[in-house]
């Protein structure tokens, strides 16, 4: 049962074009929502989160967007650079604080 | 403060041996947590403590699993009777319950790479 799942297991794009992450979630109880970024041989890094009781939140060049109502939240990275290029992980967490994550989405930016 | 700190980065080791894997958490960070991660998949949760107390494990620690954490600092997690669906990446995490309450957010370590043969 994948509580939290991303779809595109890759996405690349162009330097300097917008970055669209995506991520599904089923469980209504989530309260907080995080990306994480991975690079090779390393642990996960916090990106950027946000409450369920917003909609938006943004920091610097990253933007998360939620949608409740579809259970769907997204990343938006602008503009992209080479450096963004790792996997992202979208995950949730509800009163436990444990983190259930998704699969991952490997972003590749171009030059 | 140089984060979380996972030991041995990579063990490689036969069936039916045994391993054991440490992390030593941000120091004050009273909660800690072990996820596993296999090739293509997210990072999935194993079992987490507040301070020395173990809160809840997943039903993906069989019995051949135990994780401690003595006196609320580090955390050893021992597999026992090896097997190759155990070669993963283990992940530990650590935060202060009061940062994790305001933006959920976990710290992690580089990780322990095990390979069963």
Known sequence: ?111 | DTGVSQDPRHKITKRGQNVTFRCDPISEHNRLYWYRQTLGQGPEFLTYFQNEAQLEKSRLLSDRFSAERPKGSFSTLEIQRTEQGDSAMYLCASSLLSGLLNTGELFFGEGSRLTVL
């Open chain 1, 1 to 111: 049962d994948q509580q939290v799942k991303q779809n595109s297991p890759s996405l690349s794009v162009q330097e300097g074009r917008i970055s669209i992450l995506n991520c599904d979630y089923t469980n209504s109880m989530f309260d907080y929502f995080l990306w994480y970024k991975k690079y090779p041989a390393e642990g996960p890094t916090f990106l950027i989160s946000i409450s369920s009781i917003k909609d938006k939140n943004e920091d610097g060049r990253f933007t998360v967007f939620l949608n409740k109502s579809a259970k769907h939240l997204s990343l938006h990275i602008v503009p992209s650079q080479p450096g963004d290029s790792a996997v992202y992980f979208c995950a949730a967490t509800g009163s436990a604080r444990q983190l259930t994550f998704g699969s991952g989405t490997q972003l590749t930016v171009l030059p």
